[in-house]
């Protein structure tokens, strides 16, 4: 088993993030390292390029997400984690690969639509062939299983038809270049809502801080963001169906749920009849719980400019040692001469 995921180095992640995507990372890393795989994480610098981006902010940023990543529990002993650009192999293999990916293909990506919006003539060439880097990331480790949310299927079946046309063309069914990488879709991943719109996601680019929990809000802001966040008048219900048409009901007892690790019929099992002055509380209690020790560590990594800097180091020499091998495959398989 080899898992491959990459995130974007945003910084001020949120629990939404944590939920969704971080705390999958930890459990993969310990699934694989328990089984004699291999469990990769990277910082997605090199994508950040394909939109308009501040240089100082993307290297604080890049910095930032691994302090975070360490503080929820990654741990560099147990998987790779580095940043794209401090492994050259990543940009090397998309731009050979870039002659096997069709136009075609990368006009149907639903992500170059939205983004592109109607002025795609004045869209950056990589956010265009930005699909084929994400494929190099995955198939240059020769990566079984990757982590995908509804959004990037369509960018994971793009990497598997680039694999196979690749294969297809340069190399044999009985020694293909490529590996087909699987998706890897957890049992729990959890969607959180923002505080202040149960129809929207919890989102860093919401202009409301109360909208969120970030993962470093302390306890006293976690507490009060809980108790201001939006909710209706009713008490909560014992049943699911109760919660029909109570959007920001529902997202605070999954929230309660996912912390806690109960289901939402356990959670109205347990404050059914309950008004939310009784049920925010206990919320925020189980939230300051899990998060501030990850807040705290966070800070305290956060200093140490000289760690932070020999994990990434570290995670990328592991990187390029991997990939190398595929690398140097997928030359042979063109017939580019090297020395």
Known sequence: ?????????????????????????????????????????????????????????LHASTLEMVATLVACGLDPAKA???????????????????????MGWLNRMTQWKDKAGK?????????FSYPVLQAADVLIYQATHVPVGEDQKQHLE??????QKFNNDFASE??????????????????????????????????SDMSRINLTDDADTIMKKVKKARTDPEPLPSDITG?????????LVAIHG????????????????????????????????TLAPIS???????????????????????????AAPTLAATYDALGLVRG
């Open 1 to 57: 088993m080899i898992v491959v995921s990459g995130i974007q180095p945003t910084g001020n992640l949120h629990l939404g993030n944590y939920l969704g995507a971080i705390r999958n990372y930890v459990k993969l890393q310990d699934e694989a390292h328990a089984n004699g795989g291999k469990c990769l994480i990277f910082l997605a610098d090199l994508h950040a390029l394909s939109m308009p981006h501040d240089p100082a902010e």
């Open 80 to 102: 790779v984690l580095f940043n794209q650009a401090q492994v050259p192999q990543h940009a090397e293999l998309q731009w050979l690969l870039m002659g096997t990916a069709r």
């Open 119 to 127: 002025n795609r003539e004045g869209q950056s060439v990589a956010l």
């Open 158 to 163: 793009l990497a598997r038809d680039i694999a």
């Open 174 to 207: 009985e020694a293909p270049v490529f590996t087909l990488p699987e998706p890897y879709i957890p049992e729990e991943a959890a969607r959180i809502m923002s505080l202040r719109d149960g129809s929207a996601k919890m989102s860093k680019s919401d202009p």
């Open 243 to 251: 919660l029909v048409d109570r959007a920001e009901a529902l997202n």
């Open 258 to 289: 996912a912390i806690t690790g109960k289901s939402v019929e356990q959670v109205l099992g347990e404050f059914g009849g309950s008004g939310f002055g009784t049920f925010k509380p206990a919320l925020g209690e189980a939230l300051v719980e």
């Open 296 to 322: 705290q560590r966070f800070r305290e990594l956060k200093q140490d400019r000289e760690s932070l800097d020999a994990i990434l180091a570290r995670g990328a020499s592991k990187a390029r040692e991997l």
